[in-house]
């Protein structure tokens, strides 16, 4: 959705540093935030952490819980389409066929036996 970039100043050791950013995202959803603490290029440590905009629907770090509502008609056949509800399955009515198949086909065949002869013959 959004990323920001802060820089930390020299931190002595044994010594800690809060660093604050901001980024705008829209409201309604929930976010995970990645936080990474780099040394000239180098990854020294990461954190997860969310941030749950969504008060119907929350989530956790390294989870999502989902509650999904389906009934059993949304995979039900029907007459009409044939084995599917949206007939893209169905075949054409019009006479015509889609002609392609899965798959090489039958020339890439042939040329792959043409090439394993040919090589077969060079070895000789």
Known sequence: AADATETVGTVRPGRTDT???TVEVPAG???????????DDVLVD????????NP???????????????????????DAGGEG????DRAPTDGASDGSTPGFGPLVA???LVVAALTARRRR
């Open 56 to 78: 119907r629907e929350t989530i956790t770090a390294n989870e999502t819980v989902r509650d999904v509502a389906f009934s059993v008609e949304d995979f039900e056949r029907d």
């Open 29 to 39: 959803y929930n976010y995970y935030v990645d936080a990474a603490l780099f040394d």
């Open 85 to 88: 509800g949206d007939g893209s």
């Open 19 to 21: 660093v604050t950013t």
């Open 110 to 112: 042939l040329v792959a």
């Open 46 to 53: 990461e954190t997860q952490g969310v941030a749950n905009l």
